[in-house]
């Protein structure tokens, strides 16, 4: 988030600044790059690249023989958009907030941003601000995707007045909309895959209830076992949901949670969160992680580095997702009617969590 910018994302910067606040005027002839250089101590090369990037968002127009000049329409060009996600701690989240950043900031738009801690009353007063606000777009992450929403209305609201809406990381099935979204039912087939493919024969599964992603991944985890010819025991899945995950790792819920363990060789984990807290646990049971269990998750997040054993984990986009975000709104605004819906092909980085069993 406090990366160093590029001199030329520098001056450009400032070149918009100056701009939007009417300093160099619609119509004026811009500033030389030859001032650049000298005010920005930079070289010729580093300034046209200041000034190009100026040019391709349409702020400013060479005439050859001439110069460059600003364009008449170039205050248009600046927009206020929404950025609305469930968290920003140390997760998936910042990088993909640095990648929203990134982009939207280099094209010279202002941001609001909000958060929801995954609150269906907090988006919704969120919601509310961002339509009286006047953004002209929002990225936004669904709060508790896999529930019925009653923020569809508010939703509709943005519909109404032509503001595009693109979602990321989840969004409502019920509504026709944008999104960026990462394929969790392959995700969960690789790593159960992978788990399989290490000899282990009795594999369970904790997962999020109240979001789409938890049901995609129970879904690949599915059909990975029973396409291997192996029996889905529901006494080795687990169900959470964010308001009782700390619960299911406590220490009362610790006797119930071994029980549920003892018939596995190894634990799919909805996220790496999870398993960071699953083995957290297991060292307070006395099991070790992996020679009496293995450990796959989803993220490939910090926490997945942070605890040891390291884990085995299914990749996010992170930082490249939130650039893509940005990107596609931005096209978005400018072509109402566009829809774009991509979904990343994920991978898996074999760490240390998982043990093969020979057989």
Not at 108 to 120: A, E
Not at 121 to 126: C, D, F, G, I, K
Request: charged share 25%; with cysteine.
């Amino acid at each position: 988030m406090s990366k160093k910018k590029l001199k030329h994302v520098e001056i450009a910067d400032w070149l918009r600044e100056n701009i939007y606040n009417s300093t160099f005027k619609a119509g004026e002839k811009l500033i030389s790059e030859h001032s650049l250089c000298e005010k920005f101590n930079v070289s010729r090369h580093t300034a046209r690249l200041a000034t190009a990037a100026l040019e391709k968002e349409g702020l400013v127009a060479r005439r050859k023989g001439s110069g460059t000049y600003i364009n008449g329409n170039s205050h248009s060009k600046r927009k206020n958009v929404g950025v609305l996600l469930t968290f920003a701690d140390d997760y998936t989240f910042p990088d993909m907030i640095f990648g929203i950043e990134e982009v939207l900031s280099n094209k010279g738009h202002r941001i609001s941003f909000g958060l929801t801690h995954n609150k269906v009353e907090n988006e919704r007063n969120q919601l509310v601000s961002l339509l009286a606000a006047n953004v002209d777009g929002l990225i936004v992450e669904a709060v508790k995707s896999a529930l019925a929403n009653p923020n569809l209305d508010i939703y509709s609201d943005f519909a109404a007045r032509n503001i595009p809406v693109l979602f990321v990381n989840t969004y409502y099935p019920r509504l026709d909309c944008s999104y960026i979204v990462n394929n969790d039912v392959e995700g969960s087939r690789i790593a159960t895959e992978f788990l399989i493919k290490q000899g282990h024969r009795k594999v369970g599964g904790i997962f999020k209830h109240d979001a789409i992603q938890g049901g995609l991944r129970y879904e690949g985890f599915v059909n990975k076992l029973y396409e291997q010819n192996l029996k889905l025991d529901e006494n080795r899945v687990i169900w959470y949901s964010e308001e009782t995950l700390d619960n299911l790792f406590s220490d009362e819920q610790l006797p119930l949670l071994a029980k549920t363990l003892s018939d596995c060789t190894a634990v799919l984990c909805y996220s790496d969160r999870v398993g960071y807290k699953l083995i957290e646990a297991s060292q307070k049971l006395g099991i070790n992680i992996p020679n009496d269990l293995s450990i796959a998750s989803f993220d490939n997040s910090f926490f997945s580095k942070l605890v040891r054993p390291s884990i085995t984990t299914v990749t996010h986009p992170g930082v490249e997702m939130g650039r893509l975000a940005a990107e596609s709104l931005s096209k978005i605004i400018d072509n109402p009617g566009k829809k774009i819906q991509h979904t990343y092909q994920p991978s898996l980085v074999i760490r240390d969590s998982v043990k093969k069993i020979l057989h």
